[in-house]
T-cell receptor, first 109, second 113 residues
Framework: NAGVTQTPKFQVLKTGQSMTLQCAQD?????MYWYRQDPGMGLRLIYY???????DKGEVPNGYNVSRLNKREFSLRLESAAPSQTSVYFC????????FGPGTRLTVL | QKEVEQNSGPLSVPEGAIASLNCTYS??????FFWYRQYSGKSPELIMF????GDKEDGRFTAQLNKASQYVSLLIRDSQPSDSATYLC?????????????FGAGTTVTVRA
């Protein structure tokens, strides 16, 4: 039982490049979330998915897209990365309490 | 006004002392309250949740909730160096679709040996 897994752990991009962050959970949770964490700002919700086939915007969705591929997987895509997207990205899943993956540290140069 | 506010810290306490962390929230409809602990470079991990007014104890941790004052706190008794971390307060925001959390910015606690 791995819980919530994320890939990659680290990534460096150049401005304008695209990439997809992958997240998977094996806890049979319906809801999944993507957050970014910046110093002094706590966790901010980017997108979430209440169930397979549905996605909704969170607090800071601009510049991101998501796909809920199936119940287990929820991916986050940066189409054209910008330096302002340098952050640590966490995926989480929940029935009630949220459980977090290990995070992806992304640097955009 | 931010939805969830925590005392800014950092909070430094001697080993064996009580660390007291505070959190206020703005949404009166909030129903569930969580405390997460985050070690440097790691992901948040849930340590406590509370739904009803009053106190809830789990080992050395006590969560306190006062919905009338829109206030939730976390007490760490007999603080240990291993308790040195950032503590995040999270409050649910019920929507028609889902159960979302709003997080405070966190309070960093350092326990001095």
């Amino acid at each position: 039982n791995a819980g919530v897994t994320q890939t990659p752990k680290f990534q460096v991009l150049k401005t304008g490049q695209s990439m997809t962050l992958q997240c998977a959970q094996d806890m049979n949770h319906n809801s999944m979330y993507w957050y970014r964490q910046d110093p002094g700002m706590g966790l901010r919700l980017i997108y979430y998915s209440a169930s397979e086939g549905t996605t909704d915007k969170g607090e800071v969705p601009n510049g991101y897209n998501v796909s809920r591929l199936n119940k287990r997987e929820f991916s986050l895509r940066l189409e054209s990365a910008a330096p302002s997207q340098t952050s640590v990205y966490f995926c989480a899943s929940s029935l009630n309490e949220q459980f977090f993956g290990p995070g992806t540290r992304l640097t955009v140069l | 006004q931010k939805e969830v506010e925590q005392n800014s810290g950092p909070l430094s306490v001697p080993e064996g002392a009580i660390a007291s962390l505070n959190c206020t929230y703005s949404d009166r409809g909030s129903q569930s309250f969580f405390w997460y602990r985050q070690y440097s470079g790691k992901s948040p991990e849930l340590i406590m949740f509370i739904y009803s007014n009053g106190d809830k104890e789990d080992g050395r941790f006590t969560a306190q909730l006062n919905k009338a004052s829109q206030y939730v706190s976390l007490l760490i008794r007999d603080s240990q160096p291993s308790d040195s971390a950032t503590y995040l307060c999270a409050v649910n925001q019920w929507s028609s679709n889902d159960y979302k959390l709003s997080f405070g910015a966190g309070t960093t606690v350092t326990v001095r040996a």
